[in-house]
């Protein structure tokens, strides 16, 4: 069966500092993996998407970039937080034509 | 472009009474839809698809094509319904997978 792997759970970074969240998938080949961003009263945000390895789509220009540098691997990134990144961040993956499969999340606050 | 559309935020209602989740899609071709739960605390999982015509812990969602929409329905709201819900259509191709801005249900006891 499949699964998907988010960490770390909670993070808090001062202002300035760069951040590295990673998700990875097991069980499956050649996902449609995705960031978003959660907050309240704005559902799920897309930040961005990879339907291969190095292939990244930008929804959101913003502070952040993502990375697949392997086929199950997924990596957000900045090299400089805001306070304005703080929030609730989830990987999930999919393939064509199926549902979502959501990572635990990741509470990220940017103090 | 596949577009889903959720009207209510917030959604209150009493134990025991109906509930209606709405979602209205704009979709070229022929949809593929979702519903997806979040419990606090939990991960946000699927509730049901509608291709497969299920009901699932007492919901259902059938898709009216004539109206575009989707709506989640539960003829007696059960207070462990309270949850935020999300609309989404299927990814395909080089879409990418959208959701609607989410419904809490709140049910009241």
């Known amino acids: 069966s499949q699964t998907i792997h988010q960490w770390p759970a909670t993070l808090v970074q001062p202002v300035g500092s760069p951040l590295s969240l990673e998700c990875t998938v097991e069980?499956?080949?050649?996902?449609?993996l995705y960031w978003y961003r959660q907050a309240a009263g704005r559902g799920l945000q897309l930040l961005f998407y990879?339907?291969?390895?190095?292939?990244i789509s930008s929804e959101v220009p913003q502070n952040l970039s993502a990375s697949r540098p392997q086929d199950r691997q997924f990596i957000l990134s900045s090299k400089k937080l805001l306070l304005s990144d703080s929030g609730f961040y989830l990987c999930?993956?999919?393939?064509?034509?199926?549902?979502?499969?959501f990572g635990q999340g990741t509470r990220l606050t940017v103090v | 472009a596949q577009r889903v559309t959720q009207p209510e935020k917030l959604l209150s209602v009493f134990k025991g009474a109906p509930v209606e989740l709405k979602c209205n899609y704009s979709y070229s071709g022929s949809p593929e839809l979702f519903w997806y739960v979040q419990y606090s605390r939990q991960r946000l999982q699927l509730l049901l698809r509608?291709?497969s015509r299920e009901s699932i812990k007492g919901f259902t969602a059938d898709l009216n094509k004539g109206e575009t929409s989707f709506h989640l329905k539960k003829p007696f709201a059960q207070e462990e319904d309270s949850a935020m819900y999300y609309c989404a259509p299927t990814s395909s191709g080089n879409t990418p997978l959208v959701f609607g801005k989410g419904t809490r249900l709140s049910v009241i006891a």
């Open positions: 069980g499956t080949s050649n996902p449609n």
């Open positions: 999930a993956w999919s393939w064509q034509y199926t549902e979502a499969f």
């Open positions: 509608h291709i």
């Open positions: 990879s339907v291969g390895i190095g292939q």
